[in-house]
Structures are given as structure tokens and as C-alpha cells.
């Protein structure tokens, strides 16, 4: 199960801002950079944001990320329909043999 | 440009085991590893484990250790994801991706499409 916390849904209209919070523990984000993927409906999962707060080649700099001590989050300015998608955070977690952990993903809708 | 195909669709009987493949083009396959990421339907991700191109070694999360066995073949720039004893709840789509190393971190990109792998009796 995963063990990045994310709320399950957010929402906003087309222009507004939307923030999407990722919640972990000393192990993983609290040792380790965050990365962001997107998944589009029915498509697989896209490199949104490395390291924390990296842009991949061709991803829109609406899309920014950050992190905190154990916390990061995801922003997207200026909403458009075509972010309508599913959303997880990622870190590397140091626990055990180490293993990758991603969030429990937020669902993101265009009012 | 960069790219991870997958193999296609299985469906499986419990007990079985299925063995998808995910062959890379656009860059020197033995200069990264490959991960596999699972999700059930409806899930989210989960992360199976780690394989490098260059030597072979592999780390994979506990849950199934024992269970799946990742390998490449670099004559043919392919990864290959063994699952054995298949249970229903292992029915998922699985996903291959090239995995990026740093100083600054750990991540995964490209994706491979996918593979719907069934388990039904």
C-alpha cells in the first residue's frame, strides 16, 4: 500500500490555480527528492516534475513542484481542460532494502 | 526518439506464470536500469522492482520477493518481468520504464504503453 498520502480528488475552472499535497515521513520525502507523474485517462504515467522541482523538455512551466521536510506539493497555474487527469507523488524510500513509493493519487477535474 | 514497447495482453490462470517483455529504442539500453510499476484496476502505482541493463543486478520490493524475476537481454535492448504463482489480485495493467539516476535523485521516464495481465480462472 502506498505510503505517500495525497487527498483523493481537486478540482478547479479553467485560469484558476490548483494545489495538490503530498505527505510523507523522514524515510522517503524527508531524505530523498520528490518526482510528479501524470496519468491521463486510459494512457500510462508521464514524468511530470524530477527532483523536486524539475521540468522535463516540453512540460508546461504551469506545472511547478515543491517540497518541504516531509511534505511536497504539486501546482498548477492557469488550468486547462487537458490537465484533467490522475496525478501521484514519488520518492525513493530508505525503509527496508529501500523501494520506490508513490502516492496514493488525487484526481484532478476541470469544472 | 526514446521508447519502451511492451508486449501484449495475457490472461492467466491462478497458479500460472506470465513473463512480459519491453523492448527499448533511442538511446544505449546498457546506460539504465529499467523499472516495472504495476496498477490494478482502479488502483494506483505500485513499484515491483528494479533491474540494471548494465550488470544484471536487481532490487525488488519485498511483497514479491520470491515471486518475480527481472532480466534483460541486451543483444535485443529488452527487459523481460517474470511473475510466477499468479493470484487474482495480481490482475493489473504493468508497466516497464527507464529508470534515471542522479545525485539529485531517482525517477522514471519514458513509460513503456503497458500490459493488461489477467489472472481468471
Known amino acids: 500500500q502506498s505510503v505517500l498520502t495525497q487527498p483523493p480528488s481537486a478540482s478547479g475552472t479553467p485560469g484558476q490555480r490548483v494545489t495538490i499535497s503530498c505527505s510523507g515521513s523522514?524515510?522517503?520525502?524527508?531524505?530523498?527528492?520528490v518526482n510528479w507523474y501524470q496519468q491521463l485517462p486510459g494512457t500510462a504515467p508521464k514524468l511530470l516534475i524530477y527532483?523536486?522541482?524539475q521540468r522535463p523538455s516540453g512540460v508546461p512551466d504551469r506545472f511547478s513542484g515543491s517540497k518541504s521536510g516531509t511534505s511536497a506539493s504539486l501546482a498548477i497555474s492557469g488550468l486547462q481542460s487537458e490537465d484533467e487527469a490522475d496525478y501521484y507523488c514519488?520518492?525513493?524510500?530508505?525503509?527496508?532494502?529501500?523501494?520506490?513509493?508513490f502516492g496514493t493519487g488525487t484526481k484532478v477535474t476541470v469544472l | 526518439q526514446v521508447q519502451l514497447v511492451q508486449s501484449g495482453a495475457e490472461v492467466k490462470k491462478p497458479g500460472a506464470s506470465v513473463k512480459v517483455s519491453c523492448k527499448a529504442s533511442?538511446?544505449?539500453?546498457?546506460?539504465?536500469?529499467i523499472s516495472w510499476v504495476r496498477q490494478a484496476p482502479g488502483q494506483g502505482l505500485e513499484w515491483m522492482g528494479w533491474?540494471?541493463?548494465?550488470?544484471?543486478?536487481?532490487n525488488y520490493a519485498q511483497k514479491l520477493q520470491g515471486r518475480v524475476t527481472m532480466t534483460t537481454d541486451t543483444s535485443t535492448s529488452t527487459a523481460y518481468m517474470e511473475l510466477r504463482s499468479l493470484r487474482s489480485d495480481d490482475t493489473a495493467v504493468y508497466y516497464c520504464?527507464?529508470?534515471?539516476?542522479?545525485?539529485?535523485?531517482?525517477?522514471?521516464?519514458?513509460w513503456g504503453q503497458g500490459t493488461l495481465v489477467t489472472v481468471s480462472s
Open positions: 533511442g538511446y544505449t539500453f546498457t546506460s539504465y536500469g
Open positions: 523522514s524515510s522517503n520525502i524527508g531524505s530523498n527528492t
Open positions: 533491474i540494471s541493463a548494465y550488470n544484471g543486478n536487481t
Open positions: 514519488a520518492a525513493w524510500d530508505d525503509s527496508l532494502n529501500g523501494l520506490y513509493v
Open positions: 527532483s523536486n522541482n
Open positions: 520504464a527507464r529508470e534515471w539516476y542522479s545525485s539529485s535523485g531517482w525517477w522514471f521516464d519514458p
